[in-house]
């Protein structure tokens, strides 16, 4: 079942297209990532799947609902991190979430064994300061605990990860592996190594159309590349191999690299059995998800 749907949305400011036909599948337990440049609309996706702005043109289902402009009926289902949370400084994290869970109508016994689940969940259990006194990273998953308060079918987090510092980051991504199976997660980014980490899912938005998306494993596997990379024990064979096939490429101490186009795998394998020359690696280049997306961007 998907999650969420989104058919031909289309969005305009002025005379900038923002949303040019975007069409989306989430499947539900996914940890989809939703890759795009800073300005490509992502944010724009989000607030229109929670109904905070109108489209122009096309549908969003939630978990078989349709959005309204407006209305917030499937807000029920969703949770929403933004890219900066705010808070009241002056309360603490349970006082907080209290206070959440209070104006969301849970009775108090839930919302208490609610609000305690959820911030050991987030490493915030023993924390009694402040939220005023808290770093970007405290904030964030704070920010977590509260989207989840409600049991919701979808999170949404906007950017969770892009002003935290390598540790901060590590703590976010292991939260949201560790809710995957309560909930189906939209990580919007445009930090790739964290989408390679976690996602199983994904889309690239450009030019308000998603280029490439579906499951992450499939699409490396589409998008296969044909370049495979050496690497000698030696200079002097590194050396003999790129003068026999002037088309390798030097990427590193005794490494090159080249493409089946070029030279087959056998005639290069071969060539090294013949001359017996030792080799440490001999291996076929995945395509990263930064390759992918330059090829979507590019076009």
């Known amino acids: 079942m998907d999650m969420l749907r989104i058919t031909g949305l289309q969005k305009r400011f002025g005379d900038k297209e923002v949303l040019r036909g975007l069409n989306l599948l989430v499947p539900e337990h996914s940890i989809f990532g939703f890759i795009g440049k800073n300005g490509s609309g992502k944010t724009t996706t989000m607030k229109t799947i929670l109904g905070l702005l109108k489209a ?4 969003i289902i ?5 959005v309204v402009y407006g209305q917030t ?4 289902y969703i949770g929403y991190l933004p890219d900066v949370p705010e808070f009241y400084p002056f309360m603490t994290a349970p006082e907080y979430l209290r206070f959440c869970g209070e104006i969301s109508g849970i009775k108090r016994t839930e919302n208490e064994k609610r609000c305690k689940e959820l911030l050991e969940l987030v490493g915030l259990g023993d924390e009694k300061h402040r ?10 998953r704070l920010g977590i605990a509260q989207a989840l308060l409600h049991h919701p079918k979808l999170l949404i987090c906007d950017e969770p990860t892009s002003a935290l510092d390598p540790v901060g980051r590590k703590e976010i991504l292991d939260i949201l592996l560790a809710v995957k199976e309560q909930t189906t997660i939209i990580f919007s ?3 790739l190594s964290d989408v390679e980490r976690i996602c199983t899912d994904v889309a690239f938005l450009d030019n308000g159309v998603a280029g490439i998306q579906g499951k992450l494993s499939d699409i490396k596997t589409r998008y296969r590349s044909e370049e495979y990379q050496l690497e000698t024990e030696n200079d002097t064979d590194m050396i003999i191999l ?3 096939f002037p088309g390798m490429k030097q990427i590193g101490r005794n490494k090159i690299t080249f ?8 005639e290069v394998l071969r060539f090294v059995s013949d001359r017996h020359m030792a080799i440490l690696k001999f291996e076929r280049l995945e395509p990263t998800l930064e390759s992918l997306f330059m090829e979507v961007t590019r076009k």
């Open 131 to 140: 939220i005023k006194g808290f770093s970007r990273g405290m904030k964030q």
């Open 189 to 191: 980014t445009h930090i």
């Open 62 to 66: 939630v978990n078989g609902e349709k």
């Open 56 to 59: 122009d043109a096309g549908e």
């Open 259 to 266: 493409c089946e186009s070029d030279y087959t795998v056998f």
């Open 242 to 244: 790129m003068q026999t």
């Open 73 to 76: 009926a499937t807000n029920r």
